[in-house]
């Protein structure tokens, strides 16, 4: 088994009971559980109201059902906000019994499922894409042949990965990191180290062949590598894409302009509806392909990779950022964008590289292909080693 203690010792990480055979971790609470108040206090004001303890503007106007149906709001907010108040969830593993429990509670409630540790034989580490309302999380889980059971969960990253690792030595077993375009199983004398350990005590160096077309010049000599990284030049379907909307607008106001001065429309009114369609059909579509045009002028990005850091300098149209870190602090260097992508998506623009380390993350290289992303990645990878 691996020597959990020493090396969680080594890696800063931490265990939360002082039973060497016991793994504790729970959520919820905290300062982050103040975000339900607003929730609560709603749900009880409408419940006040419902029930006439408070003044409801116009409350013999309401139908037969209006009551209820405050009611079965206030319930709603009310049982919202207690939640992200007062609910915590956790997961209790205990070497000795062979036992896993995964329990949640609300005040003075608390529900447990208790699993057999026996049925679990990895520790994985996954991303569930977020969308436009919510961000990407990181579950922790431990899966068997017909079982997996989440015992941790994220937004941060870096967070859910010092838990993943943590759990992997404690039980002696492999870590599957999914979250990234390919998946990466890692023995647990391996978790805890930075990705050039573990990439030179599995033997395996990286090489994907480069891009018959691609956006980077690259300049190696021995012990650096430099990469340069200009935008894509605008193409003639975005300029083109970008005019369809300020064409739509001329159309509206050549055709409905006259009959707005015939219907006597108030000239305030008017200028109102102009301002705002100009606003949407016209600046915004414009202010887009200006911003693009100046960014594949003037953006660029330059890295530069040797045995000792990465070296990340961006350049946009109105900023200007440097990061430097060392390879030894550097736990993961992946690409993101399509998850188990096949050569189908070579070609699809990626979310670029992200190289992470225990309390950060740099990302560069958006929106290149992935095959591009890969064979940079790997080139990259290659010179830190």
């Not at 740099?362 to 929106?367: D, L, N, P």
Request: some cysteine; overall charge positive; glycine content about 10%.
């Amino acid at each position: 088994m691996a020597d959990y203690s020493s090396t969680m010792k080594m890696g800063g990480y931490r265990r939360f009971t002082k039973d060497p055979d016991k793994w504790e971790r729970s959520e919820g609470g905290g300062f982050a559980g103040l975000i339900g108040l607003p929730f609560f206090l709603a749900g009880i004001l409408i419940l006040l109201g419902a029930a006439g303890l408070i003044p409801v503007e116009n409350r013999d106007q309401l139908p037969w059902w209006g009551g209820p149906a405050m009611a079965i709001m206030a319930a709603a907010f009310v049982g919202v906000g207690s939640w992200i108040m007062f609910g915590k969830r956790g997961a209790s593993i205990d070497r000795a019994l062979g036992r896993v429990v995964i329990w949640k509670s609300l005040l003075w409630w608390r529900g447990s499922d208790e699993r057999d540790l026996s049925r679990f034989n990895k520790v994985s580490l996954r991303r569930d894409e977020g969308d436009s309302d919510s961000a990407d999380s990181f579950p922790v889980e431990l899966i068997g042949q017909n079982d997996r059971v989440r015992v941790f969960g994220s937004t941060d990253y870096a967070a859910s990965r010092r838990t993943a690792v943590e759990l992997a030595l404690f039980l002696d077993m492999p870590l599957e990191n999914s979250c990234f375009s390919e998946t990466e199983t890692i023995p647990p004398e391996r978790a805890a180290l930075n990705l050039v350990q573990r990439t030179r005590e599995a033997g395996d160096m990286p090489y994907s062949p480069p891009p018959e077309k691609g956006l980077a010049q690259v300049e190696e000599g021995p012990g650096w590598l430099r990469i340069s990284l200009k935008e894509r030049p605008l193409r003639p379907l975005q300029v083109a894409g970008t005019l369809v909307p300020p064409a739509i607008y001329g159309f509206l106001v050549y055709q409905f302009g006259p009959w707005l001065i015939a219907t006597k429309t108030p000239p305030g009114v008017r200028a109102a509806m102009y301002v705002a369609l100009g606003l949407v059909l016209v600046f915004l579509p414009l202010a887009g392909l200006v911003k693009k045009a100046l960014t594949a002028y003037l953006a660029r990005t330059e890295i530069k990779a040797g045995n000792n850091v990465l070296d990340v300098y961006m350049k946009g149209v109105i900023f200007e950022k440097q990061d430097v870190i060392r390879t030894g602090d550097i736990i993961d260097l992946q690409v993101t964008g399509v998850s188990a992508w096949s050569k189908r998506d070579k070609h699809k623009p990626s979310a670029g590289i992200i190289a992470r380390t225990a309390d950060r993350e740099v990302s560069f290289a958006i929106g290149v292909s992935m095959e591009e992303a890969e064979y940079l990645r790997s080139i990259i990878l290659a010179k830190m080693l």
